[in-house]
């Protein structure tokens, strides 16, 4: 087993790196095996970052998801909150302080409602939160992505730029 074999590459942007200059140090010293580890390693990385990228949108959609999920249960939570308080209006009907209870209970259905609508809204911006920071971060990958894809064209460009012969093979 030679040292490259046994050799854990890294991800990320190093790996990244990595794979790009053993890539490029094995076209130039014409070796294939470490060329083709170098674009192994590279291929390793940027499938990592996209591997990364999947794992985001996925917690995206769960916190979408759950986002829904909670939407759902207010409604449900408000509309037995409203089903009891019509309860209550119809037991103090018969009751002589039927209007004070009656402003009471509308009350409390009033501070539900606004209740579960701010935990509804707090969860739509935490959803909107995440996705932004998604979106960061897919734009962030894509500009290093590109950096890299221009260092490496330097790196290559110099390469054979400093050994023109290479190109003749």
Request: net charge negative.
């Amino acid at each position: 087993m030679t040292d490259s074999e046994t050799e854990k590459t890294s991800g990320g942007l190093a790996g990244k790196l990595a794979g790009k200059a053993k890539e490029t140090a094995g076209k130039i010293l014409d070796n294939d095996d470490l060329a083709r580890e170098g674009r192994l390693q590279g291929a390793q990385s940027e499938s990592e970052a996209e591997a990364a990228g999947h794992a985001a949108e996925a917690r995206q959609r769960d916190a979408e998801a759950e986002l829904e999920n909670e939407k759902v249960e207010t409604r449900a939570e408000r509309d037995r909150l409203r089903a009891e308080v019509q309860e209550e209006r119809e037991d103090i009907a018969a009751e002589s302080e039927q209007d004070r209870v009656e402003q009471s209970a509308d009350s409390q259905v009033e501070k539900a409602v606004a209740q579960a609508d701010a935990e509804r809204q707090a969860e739509v911006v935490k959803a909107n939160r995440q996705e932004q920071q998604a979106e960061r971060e897919r734009e962030a990958e894509g500009k290093l992505a590109d950096k890299l894809e221009q260092e490496a064209s330097r790196a290559e460009a110099k390469a054979d730029a400093t050994d023109p012969k290479e190109d003749e093979r």
